[in-house]
């Protein structure tokens, strides 16, 4: 699906560089980073501790601005550089979904309220939101712990409702850093099939980071990243390149 | 869904106790308010009971709760014959301290004019007013003297006859109410010795005097009872209460008694201002101050409480942030927080108070519009107190998630 003006690419960024603090104690976490997923795709982004996949992940997320560089989601410019060109709080709300290694469940609210708030957050009436939010519990097998608060979850189950929330919403775009390292590789393969399927299914746009080699025939695309950079499409890694 | 509600919930012993902390300390300024309130019920219980409608004092004075005031026991009878009054009447009123099984007893000794007052008015919880002229009397609930308790005071040995509720001096004492005459042995009771040497100085000076010389058996008679000679020894009162007939003019009476050389006279809105200005304007000033330190110190206290409740959910701000949470409702959820916490405080401070207060040894009188006021209070400084976790609150970038 070759981007055109009717259907642009889930999103699509131009030279990224991120530089942290200055001085001599200046890193260089990203250096001209350029990609462009398309809807439906799902890619992995690879590469060695420190590469930074975290920095370029939390750019596109609109959550930690590039220094420089341009960021178009779904066909919509949304970050020149540090600046913002929309509401990025508005705009994450209703296009895109995160999932992080941490579930970082909010913890005075069960696995069960942890989802109806994303839903909330967009507008949904309480009825509704916490009817869809059960029924994506059930689809990623937690409906039974709906009730508990995420202290009584295990790592792994937290994670699941961490992924029901970030669905929640029908994201254009699915942000994940390494969803799965909590959970078992039967699991951790649900997870990414399951963002496959939402990719395919919906037309999303999906990022995932992962050190999971065993899973990586679920994904379309693989990137590799070192040293703030990304490295050109290795032939073998991917059936698809 | 309500987030603070969720919030709280989850950590419900911590805040409970933090409701319970604040709550103690609007009690106190509450109590405040209540002692002060208090202070100015108890000054003007006795002006307003006696309901008289003017006092007359010794001239250029300003009455018995500002200053010494003396007058003739006789003037009573000449106000009586005033146009236009019904009822003159001796006040006596002085404070004794004497000793009673054991324990400091503390009261403020009050005259009724007997006959013409038996204490009907002064509001018997128990016994009875009094039935005869001497030894005998009533006495306030707070004094902790049980009907029929004989207390010695002078020379004398007196009985409580009936208990009162509610009747304390300006000073928080409990009244007790003797008639007039017993009142004045008891404040001028003296020993045998002093009323020996007072006898022979009063000869020494009859006999200096023109009256001394020209009437020997006057001065013979001074050397006795002071009773015996009303001319040389007049007995004193504090004031003249004046109550008015029906349908008379207040102020061709209160004319009439202020023309008189040796009398000023005060209306009874006079006795009361001069009772809250004059003696409890320091009291209510000291207490005033010592309420908005109190409000200060509350506000200060809640709001590092919000603010450490909100530094403990800076992460999970950070992630309603991320998920693109509107500022409204993470102000909301701090917001109501505080304004809960504030108002079970308030509710605390409420019930508590009306439980401990009754146990003050002063009164604390509660009046609904100071409830209504520190009410007003509170949703202040819930709201002012929560600025500062709003402030941080709202600095949190949603990249906070993340370390
Ligand atoms: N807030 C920051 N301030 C300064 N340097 C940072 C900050 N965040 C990341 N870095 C640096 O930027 C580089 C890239 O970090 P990043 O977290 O993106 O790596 P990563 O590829 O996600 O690594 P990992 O696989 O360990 O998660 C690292 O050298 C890191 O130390
Ligand atoms: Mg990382």
């Not at chain 1, 839903?119 to 409906?143: F, K, M, S």
């Not at chain 2, 040995?157 to 009162?164: A, E, N, R």
């Not at chain 2, 809105?269 to 207490?287: F, H, N, P, T, Y």
């Amino acid at each position: 699906m070759p981007g055109h003006p009717d259907n642009p690419p889930a999103i699509e960024a131009v030279e990224l560089t991120k530089v942290y603090g200055q001085g001599n104690t200046e890193v260089r976490a990203m250096q001209d980073v350029s990609l462009r997923v398309e809807r439906g795709e799902v890619l992995a982004l690879l590469g060695p501790s420190g590469a930074g996949k975290s920095t370029l992940l939390t750019a596109l997320g609109l959550i930690n601005p590039p220094t420089r560089g341009r960021i178009v989601i779904g066909g919509v410019p949304v970050l020149d550089g540090e600046q913002a060109l929309v509401d990025l709080r508005g705009f994450r709300r209703r296009h895109l979904g995160f999932v992080f290694q941490k579930a970082n469940l909010i913890p005075f609210l069960t696995a069960l309220q942890n989802v109806q708030i994303a839903l909330e957050i967009n507008d949904h009436p309480p009825r509704q939101a916490r009817h869809r939010a059960l029924e994506l519990l059930g689809y990623l097998g937690v409906a039974e712990r709906s009730g508990n608060l995420p202290e009584a979850l295990s790592g792994g189950q937290q994670q699941r409702v961490a992924v029901a929330r970030a669905l929640a919403n029908h994201p254009d775009l699915i942000l994940a850093d390494e969803p799965t390292a909590a959970l078992d590789s039967h699991r951790g393969r649900q997870v990414m099939e399951l963002f496959a399927r939402v990719a395919h299914e919906r037309g999303a746009g999906v990022i995932v980071v992962t050190h999971d080699h065993r899973a990586l025939d679920v994904f379309d695309r693989t990137l590799e990243m070192e040293d703030g950079k990304l490295l050109p499409p290795a032939p073998g890694v991917s059936p698809h390149y | 869904m309500n987030l603070a509600a969720q919030d709280i919930r989850h950590n419900l012993g911590r805040f409970a106790l933090t409701a319970v902390g604040i709550g103690l300390l609007l009690m106190i300024v509450l109590g405040m308010s209540g002692i002060y309130r208090g202070m100015i019920d108890d000054a003007l219980v006795v002006v307003d009971r006696i309901g008289a409608d003017f006092w007359v004092v010794q001239r250029g004075t300003r009455g018995p709760f500002a200053e010494i005031s003396r007058l003739p026991a006789n003037l009573e009878h000449r106000i009586a014959a005033v146009p236009g009054v019904a009822r003159a009447r001796n006040f006596v009123s002085h404070s004794v301290q004497r000793e009673a099984q054991g324990r400091p007893l503390r009261m403020t000794v009050h005259g009724l004019a007997w006959p013409g007052d038996k204490g009907e008015w002064v509001n018997l919880v128990a016994g009875r007013p009094l039935a005869q002229a001497h030894y005998e009397f009533i006495a306030d609930a707070s004094l902790g003297l049980p009907l029929g308790e004989r207390v010695p005071l002078g020379k004398d040995v007196f009985t409580v006859v009936g208990i009162t509720r509610g009747m304390v001096s300006s000073g928080g004492d409990g009244l007790a109410f003797f008639t007039v005459a017993d009142a004045q042995a008891i404040q001028f009771d003296e020993s045998g010795e002093a009323v020996r040497l007072e006898r022979a100085a009063r000869l020494e000076r009859g006999g200096d005097q023109d009256v001394g010389r020209t009437s020997p058996f006057l001065l013979q008679r001074g050397s006795g009872p002071a009773s015996g000679i009303p001319a040389l020894a007049r007995p004193m009162v504090s004031a003249i209460t004046v109550k008015l007939a029906e349908g008379a003019d207040p102020g061709r009476v209160a004319a009439t008694l202020a023309g008189w050389p040796d009398v000023s006279v005060h209306a009874r809105a006079d006795q009361e201002e001069l009772l809250v200005r004059g003696m409890i304007d320091k009291a209510r000033r000291q207490i005033g101050l010592f309420r908005v330190l109190l409000v200060i110190i509350s506000t200060i206290i809640m709001a590092l409480i919000l603010y450490t409740l909100t530094l403990d959910k800076i992460h999970d701000i950070a992630m309603l942030k991320l998920m693109g949470a509107r500022n409204g409702m993470i102000i909301g959820l701090i917001l109501q927080q505080a304004l809960l916490l504030g108002m079970l405080g308030f509710g605390i401070a409420w019930l508590l108070g009306g439980w401990v207060f009754p146990r003050f040894p002063r009164r604390v009188l509660i009046t609904p519009a100071d409830l209504w006021g520190l009410g007003l209070v509170v949703v202040f400084i819930s709201v002012f107190s929560s600025l500062l976790g709003i402030w941080k609150a709202m600095r949190v970038e949603p990249n906070k998630v993340l370390s």
